[in-house]
């Protein structure tokens, strides 16, 4: 059976960016959502080895959850 690994992006690059330190490049631009996401998209492609990846991301406008829930 194939395998296939659904990514909540918004989710993990907020995770990334306030729970790695914060690294820079060269310019001092903070690099560690970019740093945190593919630490964690690696361990999880290594661990769960899919045949397929899809990363969703949430729209800028408001969503259905911010019609459902005011404080989304």
Do not use: Q, W
Request: hydrophobic content about 40%; proline content about 6%.
């Amino acid at each position: 059976m194939k395998k296939l690994l659904v990514l909540d992006a918004n989710s993990l690059l907020n995770r990334a960016f306030y729970g790695v330190r914060p690294p820079t490049d060269k310019s001092g631009l903070h690099t560690n959502a970019v740093f945190g996401y593919v630490n964690i998209l690696s361990k999880h492609l290594d661990s769960i080895c899919p045949d397929c990846v899809a990363a969703a991301f949430d729209l800028k406008a408001p969503t259905f959850r911010h019609k459902m829930y005011a404080e989304y």
